[in-house]
């Protein structure tokens, strides 16, 4: 099956998604980010000319920084972002789902020289055509990934209950479903939230009228809560 999505497992047994960005958003935030560094350029030679030579000199380095630096910066320092991405809602990270660093934003946009080749992004195309996560060289090289960036959410709370652990380690799809159940606890009546807890009793071993309670206790446990 055909997907734009990629699962990321973490330490703390989270299964992490990322909604990988096609070409054609990409296209477009790097066409806006294109756009406004030549708005930058344009009113930054306005300035400088009269500065002669000099302006010139000036005006040139303002480029190199715009043109290699400044995306990189923007990654590092703007939550993954360049004013492009941003506005179109992605956003860089690293392959595991962390967010950039240095280096590797550094070397997805240097390598960009690359991948313009041989005209107009030629062989970053290709490459994000048929590599599954969309990866021009430079995230090739860099290990990283552009994805969407997911709308803020408000956290459910889980059901106040003193924490317990569960009688066994729990698996991470385990860990999972007892969270969601805490979290949906509150919509679901008395009865119905009875039979899903007992299904949980080689975790909980308790009688099924204290399963709920206990499951609720269990999750509490899993979230943190001392």
Known sequence: MLDTTRAVPTPEGIELVLRLAGPVPRALA??????????????????????????WG?????????????????????????????????MVLHDDGTPVGWAAALVRNLLRAIDFLPVGYGFGLVAASINRDFKRLGDIAAGTVVVYRDPAQRPVPIPAAAPVPPLRPLSLEEHRAVLDFAERAATLTPQRAQEIAELASPITGVSPQRATQRLLEVASFLSGRK
């Open 58 to 90: 000036v005006l040139l380095i303002l480029a190199f920084l715009l043109e290699w630096l400044a995306p990189a910066a923007f990654e590092v320092w703007a939550d993954g972002s360049t004013p492009g991405k941003k506005s179109l809602g992605l």
């Open 30 to 55: 790097w066409l806006i980010d294109t756009m406004l560094r030549l708005a930058v350029l344009l009113v930054a030679g306005w300035l400088l000319a009269m500065l002669g030579r000099f302006g």
